[in-house]
């Protein structure tokens, strides 16, 4: 069974930094791609970034340059570092490997 669990929120100021952790496990993680989604209050879910098993990385436009996803393969951990955050990244983010989601953990940025 696989599971996810997602950590690292909070609340921030515009501008600041946070950086989101994705632990998985219940299945071979070097093999699996992983995305991060994040779904704001009244809107659609929608994918924020993603990285391949060879680590090929994908983005939103509206996050470009601002965030950066990576992997760690022995720590069964995907990362997702958030720089510059906006108000408009508040958000529950979610973690996703295959169909299997996480809970979430929420973002808030906000003066």
């Known amino acids: 069974q696989v599971q996810l669990v997602e950590s690292g929120g909070g609340l921030v100021q515009p501008g600041g930094s946070l950086r989101l952790s994705c632990v998985v496990s219940?299945?071979?993680?070097?093999?699996?791609?992983v995305d991060w989604y994040r779904q704001a209050p009244g809107k659609e879910r929608e994918l924020v970034a993603g990285?391949?098993?060879?680590?090929?990385?994908n983005y939103a436009d509206s996050v470009k340059g601002r965030f950066t996803i990576s992997r760690d393969n022995a720590e069964n951990t995907v990362y997702l570092q958030m720089n510059s955050l906006k108000p408009e990244d508040t958000a529950v983010y979610y973690c996703?490997?295959?169909?299997?989601w996480g809970r979430g953990t929420q973002v808030t940025v906000s003066s």
């Open positions: 996703k490997v295959g169909v299997n």
């Open positions: 219940g299945t071979i993680f070097s093999g699996r791609a």
């Open positions: 990285i391949t098993m060879g680590r090929n990385t």
